[in-house]
């Protein structure tokens, strides 16, 4: 690990007495993931507990973030960076600029809220500790997200949200509405995940790393570059799927779905804002053309009038949050498309503001669910008189959402008024300023409305009234403090938040920003009279209300959720034709495809080739015994296509083959290749033989006769091709082989003469690993394919199957019992005995794992699957899992000695009696290879050996319940 | 003359020939058993590939200077291997999708499961 930066940056004399840089960041990162981890073990422990781990890291990570406060804002460089994967670019590089802090402050600052609020919120018997452990996931994620700083891990962190938030919104997971709900978000922000992947490696690709300080500092490379308007259009979709911009607002409503005080944590500060932030982040890089402006600024717009306009009309509290939130991200996006440092300011500061009404909001309504029995506002009203708090609370954060002064979302909003006056658009200049007052006039009314029908005028439902009452103190300390932080921001906006609005904007716009001053009162300007215009329409909107909801029910509206589930199966459809129509069910027809495609590649190859079809190298003459095996071979390869349909003669001329083959490596010098053929030979015609039991003896012809022509002309040519190709390799000589190297250090290097054995044990001992690794893989698939058969279709048919072929009369004839088990202890000793030498001599742990396997077997067929696997200790599971993990922990050892992975040692001891002895660290890699073979081995032929039986023994037990539950 | 190369690369030839025509048959039987044949050739060519060498086996010795190419060998012992873990699954694929369907087909054309009487 590398670490860069941040190292010795003080001064010696200076004495610091708190925790260096690098570490506070990689806690302050991992801390939510720990805690998360944390919770998902003690899942069966009370919710205090759960809340508790959950409130204290949050606690505590805020502590860790406000401790780097003082150097982050005084403008030092607080980062720190580790080697990730530095070919691709990809550093764990995490910093704190004043951006990243604010974010922060708000994760773990409301995080910490929530999980108060939560823990009053959910009830003792609900799964608390998936919930806590999903939002310290989340929270991890988010805080990755402000955190990083290299754009690659952002990404990482950016999907990771996307994750953990389906899984919040989807928590009631026996609701459809909850399933269906974190589906769409999931669709939705993590398609526009993958899209912003695209855009974020192009700007890296362009700006020519993907470290972020130095892409914010390549503005000028990135828009002249060509590709500018592609990376712009694919990170604003990054950014507006996940901000809940129209045309992607819709999945927001549906999020709803969630426990209230996770809409409380992902709508106000965290999941939604992160596009927000993306924007902000980037603004130094992106913003500023054209382009930019004109799209993000139109956008922003028409979402912010777009989602007020809804929320004027929506009943569930939610969902009036809901829209008001897309509304009011709309806001923050036009703000920062307006490319201008003041409106970048201004943004900085309604995302403090929103971040306080919106969650204080959130969990109003979420008392009020929670106390009155239902969020629907046409059954609520004047709950001033029986929640007091929680309508002191709902009102004032209301107010701060509608920018009634002297409350914090008044001044946002004058900013916003007054900067959108210095915009034109489309040539426009009246366009912005208009539609924003609108809007503006449209959030007075939904703000009104949702305090003034919620907590005053006439109780519309006895029975909600009735059960309605203020909650516990624990529940209303969160609301109670950030109503207090969105009063605060009004009435002292300098003193609370000066300091960290002017860092932050600067972080933003990449230069000291402008001078500031938030303050209630700027004397008399356009902007208040918008405003003040905004308050007098907003406020007529209410008293109208009625007759404009009537008026609203009358038009048609677009069902964005219809839209996308019809959407949604548009594309499931396309996608079935396709597969249908790219894969056809017929396996012959895509067998055919390939291979032609072999054969066309050969001629090709052949075509372009130099020199002659034969080469240079001396040939040898073929002794008769050797003409007799090819004959042997030719002549079984025949009987087997022309009897195909008798498949036990079919196995019978197949094992043919094999042994031939064998006695080929026999002749060539391959003697671990014969013993390893012969030996595979064996278990692969058992298993056939085994497999053939179950399946139809004689079936029918199935091809016309032109088809096997057709085929036939393909394989003579596959045929000719591939035997020519050999021809043409085995009549050169070799071209300078790396052979030698194995050769020369064998003995020297690997401590071992057999120079196979020594290539597979350690010269590519790697390669090995991967491939017992496979086998194992395969092992465990076949298991698992076999264990079910007993269920369904399958097993429906394996119990009415019948013994078809003729049978010995005698099942387990003594003396294949008795012989078998006298060879057991002989083949076990064979087996350790080719194992023990395999470093040296032929042998090895592949093949004495085939061996002992064989020797096995023989004991399941003589004996019968009950009686051998009752005597059987160790499990075939255990054997692959064990033999995998002996070779990794080789390999693993040899680091620890500061060689490199799967490096091997080994020495001579001298015993008595014995003689010289060889110990290597590669014959416990072997022993590793023996395991995994021994136990893919009997996996895959034991279970299939006794399925039959085990399936005709469940129809039997079956059956007697049948007829016990008769009589 | 006949010469080792001349049967070995013939072998390879028929082997491959003998494969691809099973594996184009339309039942899950065969294309194992056309798998298995061409799984031979396969690895009977990668072998072929350390060139045909009589009576030098890859066992270091002082005394020798000569050897059989170790390397194919070697690459030729797992595959072999491999090729068991590979049919075996095949094979066990074929099973399950017999007992799941009741056919044996692999053709895309709908079951025809009579079996021919017994000759």
């Known amino acids: 690990m590398v670490m860069g930066r941040t190292k010795a940056v003080r001064p010696k004399d200076e004495f610091v007495p708190t925790m260096p840089i690098s570490l506070t960041l990689f806690i302050l990162a991992g801390l939510p993931f720990v805690a998360a981890l944390l919770i998902a073990v003690l899942a069966d422990r009370g919710k205090a507990i759960h809340a508790g781990i959950a409130a204290g890291a949050s606690a505590l990570g805020l502590a860790l973030a406000l401790s780097l406060a003082n150097q982050v804002l005084a403008g030092e460089s607080v980062a720190v960076s580790a080697a990730w994967v530095p070919a691709l670019g990809l550093d764990f590089s995490l910093m704190m600029d004043p951006l990243g802090l604010m974010f922060a ?409 402008p001078e500031l001053d938030l303050s209630l009162w700027h004397g008399f300007n356009l902007a208040l009279g918008m405003s003040a215009l905004a308050v007098l329409v907003g406020a007529a909107l209410l008293w109208r209300h009625a007759a404009l909801l009537r008026s609203y029910a009358a038009m048609r509206h677009a069902d964005a959720k219809a839209l996308f589930e019809r959407a949604l199966t548009a594309t499931d459809l396309a996608v079935r034709r396709l597969v249908v129509a790219v894969h056809a069910p017929s396996l012959q027809r895509m067998v055919f495809a390939v291979f032609t495609v072999i054969v066309l590649l050969v001629v090709e190859g052949a075509s372009n080739g130099s020199g002659g079809f034969t080469g240079p190298r001396e040939l040898q003459q073929a002794p008769p015994i050797a003409v007799v095996a090819w004959l042997l071979l030719v002549a079984a390869t025949l009987a087997v296509l022309v009897e195909e349909r008798q498949r036990f003669r079919a196995l019978i001329y197949i094992s043919v083959i094999g042994i031939v083959i064998a006695l080929a490596f026999v002749r060539f010098s391959a003697p671990d290749l014969a013993l390893t053929q012969i030996s595979v030979e064996v278990v692969t015609i058992l298993l056939l033989l085994l497999a053939l039991n179950l399946l139809p003896k004689r079936p029918k012809l199935l091809s016309s006769p032109k088809r096997r022509w057709r085929d036939g002309v393909l394989s003579v040519l596959g045929g000719l091709g591939v035997g020519g190709a050999a021809w ?152 692959i899992g064990f033999g995998v993990l002996i070779a990794v922990f080789t390999g693993l050892g040899s680091l620890l000695f500061g060689a490199n992975f799967l490096s091997t040692a080994f020495d001579y001891f001298t015993l008595p009696l014995v003689g010289e002895l060889e110990l290597a660290t590669a014959m416990l890699f072997d022993l590793g290879v023996f395991s995994v073979v021994l136990g893919a081995v009997m996996l895959a032929l034991a279970q299939l050996s006794h399925i039959a039986k085990r399936a005709a023994r469940a129809h039997a037990a079956h059956e007697a319940e049948l007829e016990d539950k008769e009589s | 003359m006949i010469t080792l190369e001349f049967l070995v690369a013939s072998a390879i030839g028929v082997l491959v020939a003998g494969g691809i025509y099973l594996s184009l048959r339309g039942r899950t039987f065969q294309v194992v058993l056309g798998l298995t044949l061409f799984s031979y050739a396969v690895n009977l060519f990668l072998f072929a590939s350390g060139r045909l060498v009589v009576n030098r086996a890859p066992i270091w010795s002082k005394t020798v200077t000569e050897y059989a190419d170790p390397l194919p060998q070697a690459l030729v012992l797992t595959a072999i291997v491999i090729t068991f873990g590979m049919t075996a699954l095949a094979v066990i694929l074929m099973l399950r999708s017999f007992l799941e369907t009741g056919s044996d087909q692999v053709d895309g054309v709908p079951c025809d499961d009579a079996e021919d009487e017994p000759s």
């Open chain 1, 728 to 879: 043409a390799m085995l009549t050169r000589n070799p071209n300078d082989p790396i052979s030698a190297f194995h050769l020369d250090n064998s003995y020297s290097g690997g401590g071992g003469t057999n120079v196979v054995n020594v290539t597979l044990v350690d010269f590519r001992a790697f390669d090995t690993m991967g491939e017992i690794i496979v086998l194992g893989i395969a092992g465990l698939v076949i298991y698992a394919l076999l264990d079910t058969t007993s269920r369904g279709a399958a097993g429906a048919r394996l119990r009415s199957w019948q013994e078809d072929m003729p049978h010995s009369p005698e099942s387990h004839p003594v003396m294949f019992v008795m012989s078998t088990r006298i060879l057991l202890p002989l083949v076990l000793v064979a087996g350790i005995f080719i194992f023990l030498r395999g470093h040296n001599e032929p042998g090895g742990g592949f093949i004495a794992g085939l061996v002992v396997a064989i020797a096995f077997l023989l004991q399941y067929l003589a004996s019968g699957f009950d009686w051998t696997d009752s005597r059987r200790r160790i499990g075939e599971h255990m054997l």
């Open chain 1, 105 to 513: 402050g708000l994760i773990l600052g409301i995080g910490l809220l929530v999980m108060i609020f939560a823990h009053y919120y959910l009830a003792q018997g609900e799964a608390t500790g998936r919930f806590f452990a999903s939002l310290m996931l989340f929270q991890g994620s988010m805080l990755g997200i402000v955190l990083s700083g290299n754009v690659l891990l952002l990404l990482v962190f950016w999907e990771l949200t996307s994750l953990s938030s389906f899984l919040l919104i989807g928590f009631w997971r026996d609701k459809p509405e909850a399933r269906q709900g974190a589906r769409m978000a999931l669709a939705i922000t993590g398609g526009g995940g993958l899209v912003l992947i695209a855009g974020m490696i192009l700007l890296g690709v362009v700006a020519g790393s993907f470290d972020l300080m130095t892409i914010l500092q390549s503005a000028d490379v990135v828009q002249a570059s060509p590709l500018y308007p592609v990376i712009l259009g694919l990170i604003l979709i990054g950014c507006f799927t996940k901000s809940a911009q129209f045309p992607f607002h819709f999945w927001l409503p549906h999020a709803m779905a969630a426990p209230t005080p996770v809409s409380a944590y992902l709508h106000s500060a965290t999941m939604v804002k992160a596009g927000v932030f993306l924007l902000a982040r980037l603004w130094p890089v992106l913003a500023g053309t054209e382009l930019y402006t004109v799209v993000v600024t139109s956008v922003g717009l028409f979402t912010m009038l777009f989602g007020a306009w809804v929320a004027l009309f929506r009943h569930d509290l939610k969902a009036i949050l809901a829209y008001s939130t897309i509304s009011q991200l709309g806001l923050l996006v036009m703000l920062l498309g307006f490319s201008l440092e003041a409106a970048a300011i201004a943004a900085v500061l309604h995302i403090l503001n929103h971040a306080a009404f919106k969650a204080a909001l959130f969990m109003t309504a979420g008392i009020v669910d929670h106390e009155a029995g239902t969020r629907d506002i046409r059954h609520l009203g004047a709950l001033a008189k029986v929640m007091p708090v929680t309508a002191l609370v709902g009102t004032v954060a209301a107010l701060a959402m509608a920018g009634i002064p002297p409350l914090g979302g008044f001044i946002s909003k004058e900013m916003m008024l007054y900067e959108a006056l210095n915009i034109s658009l489309f040539g426009l200049p009246w366009l912005v300023p208009v539609v924003a007052t609108i809007a503006a006039t449209l959030s007075v009314g939904y703000s009104l409305r949702f305090a003034a029908h919620l907590f005053f005028g006439q109780p519309r439902d006895a029975e909600a009234h009735a059960r309605a009452h203020d909650p516990g103190t624990g529940m209303l300390a969160a609301p109670l403090i950030l109503m207090s932080i969105a009063v605060l921001l009004g009435l002292a906006p300098m003193l609370i938040a000066g300091t960290l609005v002017a860092s932050v904007a600067g972080a933003v716009i990449g230069a000291p920003a």
